[in-house]
């Protein structure tokens, strides 16, 4: 193989991109030759970090250049004769293939890495010297760069630094016995075209590597940059869905500390509705339509929700609850309960008209204190307990369908602004006679009241279940 054709071919490798995914770069370039790549990686264990495997590739890479390009200076210097400085690249060239051979086969990379800068330092000097200096050998020591600039990258900084004092001091211990060393006899134009060969090859083989070094580099860094975007898009999802359990301030603070979670609220009003006669509909129905109906009115019912700044607590079969003043408390609760049950109410007969049979929904609302917290240890819930809790909960199971029942501390909190009916005096289970009432919307604009008693109470026994 002719050097330019090897030139060629180590160069397109070299200059070829190490991973198969773009990375970040000015050009496009082809992928490592296979054979390339399998060179670059024998070295390599599977437990290697990224920047390691770059730094075994980079070094094996390097050793296999300057090997292969050491030809030129074997054969050129035989040629003529010169049989000692024939032999200082050839020991190079046998000593790094053993060298490969043995990182192949052991892994040690320290090895590995010390007897190549080592003989990157000293054999290009030892064969200057051999030529006779400076202008006989073409300034061949140049080729001694490659030790500190390859501790540069093989090394950490601070432990490169040596090997370029080193390097200095090769080079003046050359300037001073320069005059001593006799003088090989070359042609001037092989001189000459070494000269050109040495600078060549000395600046395109730290391009190279360096280039080759770079790359791999910013393709670590893409592949980092691909596993943080991708870390970062899977914690949104699961902030996502720790929101959808929980409330965004409880969700914080469950993040923030493994303490028991846990709030008392005194002012919060509770709504619990149900889909009337559903357990029925939901025999006749196939399972599929059971559970479609069921999405399509609480995915609208979370939509109001969220329209009404409400805090949803929980479902339970056909059964939804919501909650205002909490976790953030707000004067308002009352007000925003009573304004999303009258758009469910609203919601659920035009789910029905749609789904073409009849659906009705019960209501029940107090307000009052409760409290508040996060059970659970695998499954998270935010729940709610306390009297306010089980009197909405009477409220809805004791209420009309097509009705939304209150209890006279929601009324009192409703009624200068909305229009509410009694209902009368009720035996509600666990709690004996109370006074409810049912909300019917809003109070005409600039109308206030005391206590709006439209029409005649409804008795008890005209409640459906």
Not at 343 to 371: H, N, Q, Y
Not at 379 to 402: C, P, Q
Not at 413 to 440: C, N, Q, S
Request: charged share 20%; aromatic share 8%; glycine share 6%.
């Amino acid at each position: 193989m002719s050097m330019r054709v090897m030139l060629s071919v180590v160069m397109r490798g070299i200059l070829g991109p190490m991973a198969q995914r773009p990375v970040r770069s000015a050009y496009w370039w082809r992928r490592l030759p296979d054979w390339v790549d399998r060179l670059a990686q024998v070295g390599v264990v599977a437990t290697d970090p990224q920047e390691a495997r770059v730094r075994k590739a980079t070094l094996t890479l390097t050793t296999a250049l300057i090997t292969a390009l050491a030809v030129i200076w074997v054969v050129t210097y035989a040629a003529f004769g010169l049989w000692l400085s024939a032999l200082i690249p050839l020991v190079y060239q046998l000593a790094s293939v053993a060298g490969i051979a043995a990182f192949a086969r052991t892994k040690r990379f320290r090895f590995f890495r010390a007897s190549q800068l080592s003989m990157m330092l000293v054999l290009p000097f030892v064969l200057q010297w051999s030529l006779g200096g400076f202008a006989p050998s073409s300034a061949v020591a140049l080729w001694a760069l490659a030790a500190p600039v390859g501790a540069l990258v093989f090394l950490e900084l601070r432990r490169a630094v040596p090997w370029f004092l080193a390097f200095l001091a090769l080079v003046v211990v050359s300037g001073l016995i320069d005059a001593q060393l006799a003088e090989a006899d070359l042609p001037g134009w092989i001189v000459t075209a070494f000269f050109v060969l040495n600078v060549l090859g000395v600046s395109t083989t730290a391009y190279l590597v360096l280039q080759y070094f770079m790359r791999a580099r910013e393709r670590i860094l893409a592949e980092l940059e691909e596993q943080h975007l991708a870390l970062q898009a899977e914690q949104e999802k699961s902030e996502r869905l720790l929101l959808s359990i929980l409330p965004a301030p409880i969700a914080a603070r469950l993040k923030d500390s493994s303490d028991v979670i846990a709030d008392g609220f005194t002012g919060v009003t509770v709504l619990f509705a149900d889909l009337v006669e559903f357990t029925p509909l939901a025999d006749r129905l196939p399972p599929h339509d059971v559970v479609a109906l069921l999405n399509r009115v609480f995915s609208a019912f979370d939509l109001l929700t969220e329209q009404h700044d409400l805090e949803k607590i929980k479902t339970i079969g056909d059964a939804y609850m919501v909650a205002g003043g909490l976790p953030v408390p707000r004067p308002d609760h009352a007000e925003a309960v009573a304004e999303m049950a009258l758009d469910m109410v609203r919601e659920v007969d035009r789910c029905g008209r749609e789904a073409g049979f009849p659906l009705a929904i019960r209501v029940g609302i107090d307000s009052g204190p409760v409290v508040a917290g996060v059970i659970g240890r695998r499954k998270f819930i935010y729940d709610l307990w306390g009297d306010t809790v089980n009197t909405a909960s009477r409220m809805e199971s004791h209420g009309v369908a097509g009705h939304i029942q209150v209890t006279s501390r929601t009324h009192e909190r409703l009624r200068a602004r909305y229009e509410l009916r009694e209902r009368g005096e009720i035996d509600v289970k666990g709690k004996g006679p109370m006074t409810t009432y049912f909300l019917l919307g809003r109070a005409p604009v600039g109308t206030e009241r005391a206590a709006i008693t439209t029409g005649s109470p409804i008795a008890p026994e005209d409640s459906a279940r």
